[in-house]
C-alpha cells in the first residue's frame, strides 16, 4: 500500500524524462510543419512581389517583399528554437547514456570491492595459516589415538631386545648385519598364509575337476 502511494506521490524520474523528450520531439515535428508553412508562404509572397513588378505596382511588389522577409524571419526563429530543443534532447540522451554507464561502473566496483575482500592477500594467508593448524591439530589428535604401544600397553621390551642383540651378535660372529639378507624377511601374519590357503583350494578344485573329465570321457 505505501510503496502504491509511494509512486504516485513520487513518481519515477526514468518515466518524466521520457515523457519529456516525447513532449520535446512532437514540439520539434509541430515546428518543422510550422516551418513549412512559413517557407511556402514566403515563396508566395516573393512570386508575388515580381508579379506586382511585372505589373508595375511597385509599392505592392514592396509589401509582398515585406511579407517575404518577415516569413523568413519566423522560419529563421523557429528552426534556432528546434535546434535548441533537438541539443537539449541529445544532452539528456546522452546524460541517460552516461549515467547508465557510471551505475554499470558502480556495480564492477562493487563486485571487484566484494571479490577482493574475500581474495585479499591477508584473507587468503589466515585461511592458510588456519588450515595449516588444523592439519597440524588433526595430526596431534592422530597420533593421541595412535599412541605408543610400550606405553600404552605399560610393557618394557628394552631387557628382550638386548637380549636378542647379543644373540645376534654371536650369532654373526660379533658384528650385526648391514643389509638384510633372503632369509631376514619379515614373516606376514595374515595375508601370504590366506593366499597360500587360496592357491592349495584352487589347485584341489582343478585335480577335481580333472578327474571329473576323465571319468565322463
Given at each position: 500500500?505505501?510503496?502504491?502511494?509511494?509512486?504516485?506521490?513520487?513518481?519515477?524520474?526514468?518515466?518524466?524524462?521520457?515523457?519529456?523528450?516525447?513532449?520535446?520531439?512532437?514540439?520539434?515535428?509541430?515546428?518543422?510543419?510550422m516551418?513549412?508553412?512559413?517557407?511556402?508562404?514566403?515563396?508566395?509572397?516573393?512570386?508575388?512581389?515580381?508579379?506586382?513588378?511585372?505589373?508595375?505596382?511597385?509599392?505592392?511588389?514592396k509589401?509582398?517583399?515585406?511579407?517575404?522577409?518577415?516569413?523568413?524571419?519566423?522560419?529563421?526563429?523557429?528552426?534556432?528554437?528546434?535546434?535548441?530543443?533537438?541539443?537539449?534532447?541529445?544532452?539528456?540522451?546522452?546524460?541517460?547514456?552516461?549515467?547508465?554507464?557510471?551505475d554499470?561502473?558502480?556495480?564492477?566496483?562493487?563486485?571487484?570491492?566484494?571479490?577482493?575482500?574475500?581474495?585479499?592477500?591477508?584473507?587468503v594467508?589466515?585461511?592458510?595459516?588456519?588450515?595449516?593448524?588444523?592439519?597440524?591439530?588433526?595430526?596431534e589428535?592422530?597420533?593421541?589415538?595412535?599412541?605408543?604401544?610400550?606405553?600404552?600397553?605399560?610393557?618394557?621390551?628394552?631387557?628382550e631386545?638386548?637380549?636378542?642383540?647379543?644373540?645376534?651378535?654371536?650369532?654373526?660372529?660379533?658384528?650385526?648385519?648391514?643389509?638384510?639378507?633372503?632369509?631376514?624377511?619379515?614373516?606376514?601374519?595374515?595375508?601370504?598364509?590366506?593366499?597360500?590357503?587360496?592357491?592349495?583350494?584352487?589347485?584341489?578344485?582343478?585335480?577335481?575337476?580333472?578327474?571329473?573329465?576323465?571319468?565322463?570321457?
Amino acid at each position: 500500500m505505501l510503496i502504491g502511494l509511494k509512486k504516485k506521490l513520487f513518481p519515477r524520474k526514468s518515466k518524466e524524462k521520457d515523457d519529456l523528450v516525447s513532449k520535446a520531439k512532437g514540439h520539434i515535428h509541430r515546428l518543422n510543419v510550422m516551418n513549412k508553412n512559413y517557407s511556402r508562404r514566403a515563396e508566395i509572397n516573393r512570386k508575388n512581389a515580381k508579379i506586382a513588378l511585372k505589373r508595375g505596382e511597385k509599392d505592392r511588389a514592396k509589401n509582398y517583399l515585406i511579407q517575404y522577409k518577415a516569413y523568413q524571419a519566423k522560419v529563421d526563429r523557429s528552426n534556432n528554437i528546434r535546434a535548441k530543443i533537438e541539443r537539449q534532447i541529445q544532452a539528456i540522451e546522452e546524460g541517460v547514456l552516461i549515467s547508465k554507464t557510471g551505475d554499470i561502473f558502480g556495480g564492477i566496483r562493487d563486485e571487484l570491492e566484494y571479490i577482493a575482500t574475500k581474495a585479499s592477500p591477508a584473507k587468503v594467508a589466515e585461511i592458510a595459516e588456519d588450515s595449516e593448524a588444523y592439519v597440524a591439530e588433526i595430526e596431534e589428535a592422530a597420533d593421541i589415538l595412535a599412541g605408543d604401544p610400550e606405553i600404552d600397553l605399560a610393557i618394557d621390551v628394552t631387557e628382550e631386545l638386548n637380549q636378542l642383540e647379543t644373540e645376534i651378535l654371536l650369532d654373526q660372529g660379533g658384528t650385526m648385519p648391514k643389509v638384510p639378507a633372503d632369509d631376514l624377511q619379515y614373516i606376514p601374519e595374515y595375508e601370504e598364509l590366506e593366499e597360500e590357503e587360496m592357491k592349495s583350494k584352487e589347485k584341489l578344485k582343478d585335480e577335481i575337476d580333472k578327474l571329473r573329465k576323465e571319468l565322463q570321457g
